[in-house]
């Protein structure tokens, strides 16, 4: 009996629940990256061409993101000594060349988010190119280099956005859902670093109304949110895994909720031993533990179904 109760009692803790995460800086337990998507009002455009100047409120919804949270979000990161990671549509870099100017002042790093916030499996090989290089031509002009890292917008990731990522240089990519530490995605000759996460890092499952985006997402209390981000950074914690968050500065950036992200940001500061950093230093370390061989990470090969499966070639 007692050898029984031996084994339980904290088991969490004590069994291996990630196979093989990847040694972090300075011995350090888990990486953090809080990400925040700024899609501005590049969504109701993208919704709504010709109607979208006749949707004030919910346009009013969205320009706060750049407009009023963005700064305070930036704020709030000198306070820490944070430095961390945006994506933004290339047409948002256009509207909004202040806003990046101050983005990179503080030393943060910008991500490729498309051109319009366009859902790349909904188009041809050819549309998927184009938007993408227009956003990295866009990237050069304003930035003054090319992005190293990429997320589908709404996480619409295409058969044909890998080879087009690697085609074009791009080191990593954080659109998908795949693991709980970095992976590599290979086309079966070059590969990129995986930056993966999942809704749960979301805030729009807590946050989201916009009718004329038809998201009636139920308002959760920040304290809610938090809870679940916890959570999952105390698992990450635990286990040695990636914790990455998708933010969006028009929901996250209202008062109330960064202000319940600043107290879980001094939580994971007291709880120590973390690696704050933006998704290129990850997708760094990661590179170089590979070209070490110091570390191994698991591969995934694309494409997985070059054709539809023949089991369901004649229907049900
Ligand atoms: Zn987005």
């Not at 890998?162 to 079966?188: E, M, T």
């Not at 946050?207 to 004329?212: I, K, L, P, S, T």
């Not at 170089?288 to 995934?300: D, F, H, Q, Y």
């Amino acid at each position: 009996m007692s050898e029984n109760k031996a084994k339980v009692g904290n088991v969490k803790s004590r069994v291996k629940l990630v196979a093989n995460p990847p040694p972090w800086p300075d011995g350090k337990r888990c990486a953090v990256a809080f990400t925040f998507d700024e899609d501005a009002e590049s969504i109701l455009h993208l919704a709504h061409h010709k109607n979208a100047s006749n949707l004030v409120t919910s346009m009013s919804m969205l320009q706060y993101g750049p407009r009023v949270a963005t700064p305070r979000i930036l704020t709030l990161y000198r306070e820490f000594g944070l430095k961390q990671t945006f994506f933004i549509p290339g047409w948002c870099i256009e509207k909004y060349p202040n806003l990046v100017d101050a983005i990179l002042r503080d030393g943060h790093e910008i991500g490729h988010h498309g051109y319009i916030h366009e859902h790349p499996n909904e188009l041809s090989y050819d549309r998927e190119e184009y938007w993408l290089c227009r956003a990295i031509d866009v990237f050069e002009r304003y930035t003054g280099s090319r992005p190293i890292g990429y997320r589908a917008p709404s996480y619409r990731f295409s058969r044909n956005t890998l080879p087009l990522l690697l085609k074009h240089g791009f080191r990593y990519d954080a659109s998908l859902f795949g693991d709980d530490v970095p992976y590599l995605l290979s086309n079966g000759n070059s590969w990129l670093v995986e930056l993966s996460t999942h809704y749960a890092m979301e805030d729009w499952a807590h946050y989201m109304v916009a009718r004329d985006l038809n998201y009636m997402m139920p308002i959760k209390a920040p304290s809610h949110a938090i809870e679940v981000y916890r959570s999952e950074f105390d698992s990450a914690w635990r286990h040695g895994a990636l914790w990455i968050t998708v933010w969006h500065p028009f929901l996250s950036g209202r008062l109330a909720r960064l202000e319940a992200i600043s107290d879980l940001i001094e939580y994971m500061h007291e709880k120590g031993g973390v690696w704050f950093a933006t998704l290129g230093e990850i997708a760094s370390h990661i590179e170089k533990l590979v070209e070490t061989g110091a570390w191994s990470p698991r591969v995934e090969v694309f494409p997985q179904y070059p054709t539809p499966i023949p089991e369901l070639e004649n229907g049900l």
